[in-house]
């Protein structure tokens, strides 16, 4: 499956912005998708994660209650919804698939076998 991540930005403190991962190629239900960021100097991270079937999701801490994962199976299309940004959030950020039955998820990197090329997410304070 090939991922194609967009929606980046810049955006002020507080602001919101959405982040898609188009995906081609396969069944995307087939698929468990991920977030992941990377912020300048610093080691890529674990944001949120969504089963094939979207039914279960998690998240790292420091975006529970503000970012929100989903998925449109008939659109093969991934979303990430950032609220309440913070200067924090500045990072690249990428989509993640890996191939499972529909209701499994991972925060686990190194089990994504598709990467999207990555959209950089920039909070001004």
């Known amino acids: 499956v090939q991922l194609q991540a967009s929606g980046g930005g810049l955006v002020q403190t507080g602001g919101s912005l959405r982040l898609s991962c188009a995906a081609s190629?396969?069944?995307?239900?087939?698929?468990?998708m991920g977030w992941f960021r990377q912020a300048p100097g610093k080691e890529r991270d674990f944001v949120a994660t969504?089963?094939?079937?979207?039914?279960?999701?998690a998240y790292t801490d420091s975006v529970k209650g503000r970012f929100t994962i989903s998925r449109d199976n008939d659109e093969n299309t991934g979303y990430l919804q950032l609220n309440n940004l913070k200067p924090e959030d500045t990072a690249v950020y990428y989509c993640?698939?890996?191939?499972?039955?529909?209701?499994?998820?991972?925060?686990?990197?190194?089990?994504?076998?598709?990467w999207g090329q990555g959209t950089l997410v920039t909070v001004s304070s």
């Open positions: 969504i089963s094939g079937s979207g039914l279960s999701t």
């Open positions: 993640a698939a890996g191939y499972s039955n529909r209701y499994y998820y991972t925060s686990s990197e190194s089990a994504y076998a598709y």
């Open positions: 190629g396969r069944t995307f239900s087939n698929y468990y």
